[in-house]
């Protein structure tokens, strides 16, 4: 390849180069505009469902108001509360707890 050839090759690449850092410079600056909410959004559901692990009478508090204002029967609260315990085994791992057995 003559030196020619090889300096026009050099000066292409160096030209895509400084595009493609544009490019990116660009895209990371759409990206935060743009996730920066969802981000604050699942950085608050985070942190409520760490204070939620760290206060488990909340959510005991919560079973008991719901249960004793509305007494339809012990036969449907237990199938309630199973149903809220599997639920929860489901959804936990995705909460990046473990679910304990």
Not at 32 to 53: E, G, K, M, Q
């Amino acid at each position: 390849m003559s030196a020619t050839r090889l300096q026009m090759l050099e000066s292409k690449k160096q030209i895509l180069q400084q595009r493609s850092a544009g490019l990116r410079q660009t895209l990371a600056q759409q990206s935060d505009r743009t996730l920066r909410p969802a981000f604050a959004v699942a950085d608050r559901v985070n942190a409520a469902r760490r204070w939620l692990s760290a206060h488990p009478e909340v959510i005991a508090g919560l079973a008991l108001l719901l249960f004793r204002r509305r007494t339809k029967g012990w036969l449907a609260w237990g199938r309630r509360a199973i149903w809220l315990w599997s639920a929860w085994r489901r959804v936990q791992p995705l909460l990046g707890g473990k679910a304990k057995t």
